[in-house]
């Protein structure tokens, strides 16, 4: 049984930085992928940033060059160091790892978190 735990979550103002942690319950040599999905109130849930087990990361248009993933081999650990936040990432942000190939980076894995709410508002 796999168990991702994320943290990090809260309410900011808009401009302000956040950063989530998702610490799993087994190595993240053994996924493929680990990354981060988000649904606001209304709307599909959508990938925001993966990082492969090589460490190749991709982001949507719509959080390049203000969030950053990265990884803790050590600590069984993902991140999120989300930057300049907007209301419009207002979410539930989701931890979300798979051991296919197109696990996280084309079709959400199997592995999910619980969910932290971010919320950007002043």
């Known amino acids: 049984q796999v168990q991702l735990v994320e943290s990090g979550g809260g309410l900011v103002q808009p401009g302000g930085s956040l950063r989530l942690s998702c610490a799993a319950s087994?190595?993240?040599?053994?996924?493929?992928?680990m990354g981060w999905y988000r649904q606001a109130p209304g709307k599909q849930r959508e990938l925001v940033a993966s990082?492969?087990?090589?460490?190749?990361?991709n982001y949507a248009d719509s959080v390049k060059d203000r969030f950053t993933i990265s990884r803790d081999n050590a600590k069984n650990s993902v991140y999120l160091q989300m930057n300049s936040l907007k209301p419009e990432d207002t979410a539930v942000y989701y931890c979300n790892a798979g051991t296919r190939i197109v696990d996280v980076t084309t079709t959400p894995g199997p592995y999910w978190g619980q969910g932290t709410q971010v919320t950007v508002s002043s």
């Open positions: 087994r190595s993240i040599f053994t996924f493929s992928a």
């Open positions: 990082i492969t087990s090589g460490g190749s990361t």
